[in-house]
Nanobody, 129 residues
Framework: QVQVVECGGGSSQTGGSLRPSCAAS????????IGWERQGPGTQRELVAT???????DSADCVKGRIVISGDNDKYSAYLHMNGLKPEDTAVYYC???????????????????????WGQGTQVTVSS
């Protein structure tokens, strides 16, 4: 049974840092892409960042320069390096994973998380002003 588990959310003040992590397990296929989305109070779910097994990344414009994604293929894991946090970063952060071969073009950024197969339960990030 495939599981995707997030941890490492929490609370921070404006300008602080957090490092949520995501770990996938239970698949007989290799992982090809991990991504994060978030949903803040009263907002729609939105892309945060994605990373492919060959190191391609993508991130939302609103987090560029502040939130960076990294991955560990051996551990089927990905990490969000969140710096310069703002109150508008307050949200539940959801991790998703896709297994098997990469299905999007080799020259493209990773496909968005809503196309992936498996999701975690989410981890809360709260940033106070």
């Amino acid at each position: 049974q495939v599981q995707v588990v997030e941890c490492g959310g929490g609370s921070s003040q404006t300008g602080g840092s957090l490092r949520p992590s995501c770990a996938a397990s239970g698949s007989s296929f290799v992982i090809n892409t991990i991504g994060w989305e978030r949903q803040g109070p009263g907002t729609q779910r939105e892309l945060v960042a994605t990373i492919s097994s060959d190191g391609r990344t993508d991130s939302a414009d609103c987090v560029k320069g502040r939130i960076v994604i990294s991955g560990d293929n051996d551990k089927y894991s990905a990490y969000l390096h969140m710096n310069g946090l703002k109150p508008e970063d307050t949200a539940v952060y959801y991790c998703a994973a896709h297994f098997g071969s990469i299905w999007y073009p080799s020259e493209a950024t990773p496909a968005p998380p809503h196309l992936y197969d498996y999701w975690g339960q989410g981890t809360q990030v709260t940033v106070s002003s």
